[in-house]
């Protein structure tokens, strides 16, 4: 007799869905959810958010968060500010003939000691020098880089999300050079990266399936492929019969009479 064999049973894994909330100073708002084998592997990542799916302000439309997913809470994963960024539609409507625009990007630091990348933007109210855009520059930078230290980071977004922040900067530098507007194009975390470091990929906010209609849409695309297998290749079309000559002309009624030709008269 052959010896028996012992069967192992391999436990497989199953994915679930998980909860994205925003952080409080959204009332934690759900972001989205994402479908993962463990929570865990959501730790790390980011997610762009449009701020009018936030606020219920179409107003907002215009503006991307980021968020940072950090800290796990049972089936949900907790998350902070990251970053802000402007739509680059925008910008391009903020820019006319007859203004400079002027861009630029810093570094600063924030009261609770995180490094964050700045990117303004101004716009005059005419054409300028290069003295007067160099002077700009500076003027906004070091008023920029004083307000941001004496803020959080979370409080300074908030500020930015409310257009106080821009305010009081353009009151800060108009000494300088009229300007039409003072605007943000992005503010985010910089981060320091270490040598054989890999950044995790950011997570899509997936759609929950509804339950029987997937069940019922899957069916029937796997019953149109099975049928479209079973017809086969398409039958050649049979070319169309041409009407014989006969039947054209009885089509076109008989043909009418030339007239004859006058033929010169002798002299």
Request: glycine share 4%.
């Amino acid at each position: 007799m052959p010896p028996k064999t012992k069967t192992v049973k391999t436990k497989v894994k199953k994915k679930r869905w998980i909860k994205i909330v925003a952080p409080k100073s959204f009332n934690q708002e759900l972001l989205g959810e994402t479908y993962v084998l463990e929570p865990k592997q959501v730790l790390g990542r980011h997610i762009s958010v449009n701020l009018m799916s936030l606020t219920r302000d179409p107003k907002k439309q215009n503006t991307d968060l980021t968020f940072y997913a950090n800290q796990l809470s049972g089936e949900e994963v907790m998350t902070e500010i990251a970053g802000y960024r402007l739509s680059p539609s925008t910008i391009k409507r903020m820019v006319r003939r007859g203004k400079d625009r002027i861009d630029h990007s810093f570094v600063a630091v924030t009261s609770d000691k995180k490094r964050i990348r700045i990117k303004p933007l101004m716009i005059t109210l005419s054409c300028t020098h290069r003295p007067a855009r160099a002077a700009l520059k500076k003027g906004l930078e070091k008023a920029m880089k004083s307000a941001v230290s004496k803020n959080t980071f979370e409080k300074l977004i908030h500020d930015i999300i409310t257009f106080r922040f821009q305010r009081t900067m353009k009151d800060a530098v108009k000494k300088i050079y009229p300007l039409r507007t003072v605007e943000i194009r992005s503010a985010s975390i910089e981060k320091e990266k270490t040598f054989g470091e890999e950044e995790k990929p950011d997570f899509k906010i997936e759609k929950k399936p509804e339950g029987d209609k997937e069940k019922k849409e899957a069916a029937d695309k796997e019953k149109e492929i099975a049928s479209e297998e079973e017809k086969g290749p398409e039958q050649e079309r049979e070319p169309k019969k041409e009407k014989k000559t006969g039947e054209k002309a009885e089509e076109q009624g008989p043909e009418k009479p030339k007239k004859a030709e006058k033929q010169p008269e002798e002299k």
